[in-house]
């Protein structure tokens, strides 16, 4: 059962913009924080952007602002709106649950969606 779909990625030129979605099922998604993480390549994934169930956000310092996060509860759905990407937001982007906003995950990882800041 696949409960994350993350979508939007792309190619895009440095002080671009993205909008990436994760379609989560709806187990996963209502009542608790969502979180967007990335993972370049090779390092660590990395928390960027995580959003309660009330809409509380947080972000890492790397994207504060330029990064969004949104939750769409009708649709079970997170976004992340980037704005002036940088060569060092390029990654594989991923979304998860929390059960809090600073707890850890609920779901294995889904497949994410890869971002590449380039010109």
């Known amino acids: 059962q696949v409960q994350l779909v993350e979508s939007g990625g792309g190619l895009v030129q440095p002080g671009g913009s993205l909008r990436l979605s994760c379609a989560a099922s709806?187990?996963?998604?209502?009542?608790?924080?969502m979180a967007w993480y990335r993972q370049a390549p090779g390092k660590e994934r990395e928390s960027v952007a995580v959003?309660?169930?009330?809409?509380?956000?947080a972000y890492a310092d790397s994207v504060k602002g330029r990064f969004t996060i949104s939750r769409d509860n009708a649709k079970n759905t997170v976004y992340l709106q980037m704005n002036s990407l940088k060569p060092e937001d390029t990654a594989v982007y991923y979304c998860?649950?929390?059960?809090?906003?600073?707890?850890?995950?609920?779901?294995?990882w889904g497949q994410g969606t890869l971002v590449t800041v380039s010109s």
């Open positions: 959003i309660s169930s009330a809409g509380l956000t």
């Open positions: 998860n649950a929390r059960l809090r906003m600073f707890s850890g995950i609920l779901s294995p």
């Open positions: 709806r187990s996963i998604f209502s009542g608790n924080a």
